[in-house]
């Protein structure tokens, strides 16, 4: 793929990105014209781009949008939801066509048939959509360049009213492809800031691409020159930006030769480096054997103190030893913060997927978003995508209730579904709620045995929480009818095992009539976490301290037999217990239990563990603290160990198992 | 090709074994053996090389030859193949040979109680034969992870893959 093709490929999808959000705000805000000429931009230069790269079917179904949207700018046409559906399908026709290019596995697009629509949308006649500059432009010839006297009055008028007026000169870098799209992005900003009085070359010529390096725009602004220089500080490939304060008696001559030659006095340096994402994974991976090792020569630090007492060698060693566990934990911080994305990367993609599930579905729904900057590690942003559009798609189906159903029960008729991210200690936490008809968890439970899923015995058994929990069984769907959205009993299995995967929780609360949330608890990071550290019979195992509920401890007297199992009683709810041997195929409790009453500190030690709705005391021989630990791999040879999440090298070189809690909820036997 | 072949030569239940020397990593002492729960009862462990968490088998185990105490002599040589790496312990490591391809013959269907199914063949020099293990065979295991994608994501599997694979009504029972 040659380099001009991938610039314009990562352009295009930003483009088609922003495209997509604002099509989806001018819904809500159709009388926004700012929105619009946002909009109709945006689809001007992916048609201008996309034309110069030689990319007809892109070229000409985004120049029918732009006629579209021209029309609506001049006042004949309204923004309806139907213009909205038709421009949304073009987009996602333009992404299957940037996704040819670019040789990913596409949808077939009928441009044709598109193309069509679009011009029933709009009248017969096409004119080509030149963006209108902003008024008070004049149209320029190249030679002439000095500002004309309206011009010059336009500054003076602007001057008297404490307005500043700036030239801006910006040289592009030699490298840099789609040239109109830099530009394009500086007339953007400087847009934003204030009034654009003249572009020299020309807007259109500077569109068209007819210039070699270098443009200038005199803006005028109440801003100061900094901020000027800030607002385009982010653009990149630019090789220069040069903002000079113009006053109306200056007489700007500069014939595009000059231009050339008025090079800037300073050059900018960009304040951001791109890295590929396999160096931070392995510097991650770095910082994950420094921990190590850190924790290592601690360890041997107090081994030498042991041996050598108070020497002054071994405080230097100390010493030495702590500044490394502070620099460690920084780097690991650093490293972390490096390898950071605002959750927003997931959540921009929402409003127009609920958007048209609610469409499709004959529903009214507002939706909300809340806490787009919530920041996480990317591994993580990756795999949260999946889960979250699986619960959104329900909320839409199967949570809010149509219009008519709403009205009759009194509800508002506008069902409302929130998307919301914030940190939480040590966590990440996710809600996805919704104002619908909630769950009842009797029908949930009649379903599953009608489904066949469980036994009517098993089915007795289960409190509310089971009952609820059930939805995430593979094959379990309450929908009376399939549809495309939902229905065929997929999605709420792959949501936990996907959450489940990166070490996260799901929890669910609802009531009948009233709603439904969901709450997805995550790890900051994938390869570090904090454990509770625990000994049993010898061994070390890692309990990590999403899944740790509490520690108590108990006296083998409370120990309750219900149904053959071990019990105690935690603040009024059964809480079965169980031990680490389990894991290695199952002894029995009792077995292990010493009921030695004799001793007078014979108290037990228990984690109470939480996997989704199950909470398990397991009793272990010694509580040893919590840790940070690096997780590794068992590796593919041993491959996946139910109940065993990978392990990590303690302290003193040896190796601890890491366990995973809810495979180990169900390895042990629980039911 | 080059005409010969170089052999790590082992030292297994009285019997005298080869491996290619381009699949050892390396070969080192006896260490302490984490128990890993859950897996084959020739999987002694995992060990700690160097901050690699390594699995060890125990070859003995693995052609159910009689156990023996470890000793002194005892080694674990470190075998890399394709994307796993593993320890196998050996009762002790010898020599280093070339051995002429010319001088290497078909395995009979046994050799010291070993199935046939694990040897690529025999080589013979003055000193005796030497057997020929089939790494591929040796390290096979009925279910070996077919997910080779990054460590982070093996290690966080659950057993998601696992219980798609049952029925719903025991993955149901798995879970209630």
Redesign the interface.
């Given at each position: 793929m040659s380099e001009y093709t991938q610039v314009f490929l990562e352009e295009a999808e930003e483009l088609l990105e922003s495209l997509d959000q604002e099509l989806v705000r001018l819904e809500q805000e159709k009388t926004n014209r700012a929105l619009l000429n946002d909009i109709f931009r945006v689809a001007h230069t992916l048609k201008g781009s996309s034309a110069s790269m030689g990319f007809d079917s892109i070229a000409e179904l985004t120049h029918e949008m732009e006629s579209l949207l021209d029309k609506i700018r001049q006042g004949n046409g309204e923004v309806t939801s139907e213009l909205i559906d038709v421009l949304l399908q073009s987009l996602d026709a333009l992404r299957s066509l940037v996704d040819e290019v670019a040789g990913r596995p596409a949808q077939p697009v009928e441009v044709k048939a598109l193309v069509d629509r679009l011009q029933s949308f709009s009248a017969s006649d096409h004119k080509k959509g030149v963006p209108s500059n902003s008024p008070g432009a004049h149209e320029q010839s190249i030679e002439d360049t000095s500002l004309t006297d309206s011009e010059q009055s336009v500054i003076r008028a602007a001057q008297e009213k404490g307005f500043y007026t700036y030239k801006i000169t910006v040289r592009l870098d030699s490298g840099c492809q789609m040239k109109s799209v830099r530009a394009y992005l500086v007339f953007n900003r400087l847009e934003k800031m204030g009034e654009i009085i003249k572009a020299v070359p020309p807007v259109e010529d500077i569109e068209a691409e007819k210039f070699d390096r270098v443009f200038l725009f005199y803006l005028v602004t109440q801003a100061d020159q900094r901020e000027v220089e800030e607002a385009l500080d982010t653009i990149a490939e630019l090789e220069s930006v040069w903002v000079e304060k113009v006053g109306a008696d200056v007489k700007v001559r500069t014939g595009a030769a000059e231009t050339e030659e008025a090079l800037p006095h300073e050059y900018r340096f960009l304040q951001t480096v791109r890295v590929d994402v396999g160096r931070l994974?392995n510097l991650m991976n770095l910082v994950g054997?420094l921990v190590?090792?850190r924790t290592r020569v601690e360890e041997i630090g107090s081994q030498v103190r042991v041996r050598l007492g108070n020497d002054p060698v071994v405080d230097a060693l100390e010493e030495v030893s702590t500044h490394l566990g502070r620099l460690t934990g920084e780097l690991q911080e650093e490293i972390m913060k490096a390898r950071m994305l605002p959750i927003d990367q997931v959540f921009s993609r929402f409003p127009r997927m609920v958007r048209d599930l609610a469409r499709r579905a004959q529903k009214e729904i507002n939706f909300i978003i809340e806490g787009r900057e919530t920041e996480l590690d990317r591994?993580v942003i990756e795999e949260i995508s999946d889960p979250l559009i699986h619960l959104l798609r329900n909320a839409v189906d199967h949570g809010i209730e149509d219009r008519q159903e709403r009205i009759r029960l009194g509800k508002d008729p506008v069902g409302t579904i929130a998307v919301r991210a914030f940190h939480y200690e040590n966590q990440i936490i996710i809600t996805v709620e919704d104002d619908g008809q909630g769950m009842d968890p009797e029908v949930l439970r009649r379903r599953?045995v009608e489904?066949?899923?469980?036994t009517e015995e098993?089915a007795s058994r289960?409190n509310t929480a089971?009952c609820l929990?059930l939805i995430?069984?593979?094959?379990f769907s309450t929908s009376k009818e399939v549809t495309d959205i939902s229905g065929r009993g997929v999605g709420m299995d792959i949501v936990r095992?996907r959450v489940?995967?990166?070490?996260g929780t799901v929890d669910i609360s609802t009531k009948v009539g009233k709603g439904t949330k969901f709450t997805i608890r995550l790890p900051l990071t994938?390869?570090i976490n904090r454990s509770l550290m625990v000994k049993h019979q010898g061994?070390i195992y890692a309990f990590p301290l999403v899944n740790v509920m509490e520690t108590i401890r108990i006296s083998p007297e409370e120990i309750k037999t219900v149904h053959g199992r071990q019990v105690i009683l935690l603040r009024g709810s059964v809480l079965p217990l169980c031990n680490l041997n389990q894991?290695?195929?199952g002894h029995h409790l009792s077995t292990v239990f010493k009921t030695d009453k004799g001793e007078a500190d014979s108290g037990l030690s228990v984690v109470v563990v939480g996997a989704s709705d199950k909470r398990v005391g397991i009793v272990v021989d010694e509580l040893l603290g919590e840790q940070e630990i690096v997780?590794?791999?068992?590796?593919?040879?041993?491959?996946?160990?139910?109940?065993?999440?990978?392990?990590t090298?303690l302290g003193n070189?040896?190796?601890?198992?890491i366990l995973?809690v809810?495979?180990f909820v169900?390895?042990a036997g629980l039911? | 090709m080059a005409l010969e072949e170089q052999l790590v030569v082992f030292q297994l239940a009285g019997e005298t074994y080869g491996v290619n020397i381009s699949s050892v990593h390396e070969i080192i002492r006896m260490q302490e053996i984490t128990k890993v729960p859950r897996t084959p009862d020739f999987v002694e462990g995992v060990i700690n090389l160097r901050g690699r968490i390594i699995p060890v088998i125990d070859l003995r185990k693995r052609f159910n030859l009689p156990l023996q105490e470890k000793t002194q002599s005892s080694r674990i040589i470190v075998i890399e193949m394709d994307s796993v790496t593993v320890g196998m312990i050996v009762d002790s490591v010898s020599e280093v040979i070339r051995l002429p391809l010319d001088q290497i013959e078909p395995a009979p269907p046994m050799v010291g109680g070993v199935d046939a199914a694990y040897l690529r063949g025999v080589g013979k020099r003055e000193k005796g034969l030497i057997v020929l293990l089939d790494l591929n065979q040796v390290l096979k295991r009925e279910e070996k992870a077919e997910l080779k994608d990054s460590a982070n994501q093996a290690m966080l599997q659950n057993e998601a893959e696992t219980k798609k694979g049952e029925a719903p009504a025991q993955a149901a029972k798995a879970s209630l």
């Open positions: 994974d054997e190590i090792d591994s599953a489904k066949g899923l469980i098993q289960l089971e929990n995430f069984l593979p094959g095992d489940e995967k990166i070490n994938l390869a061994v894991i290695y195929g997780i590794k791999s068992l590796g593919d040879f041993l491959g996946r160990i139910p109940g065993i999440a990978g392990a090298i070189g040896s190796i601890s198992l995973d809810r495979g169900e390895q039911n | -």
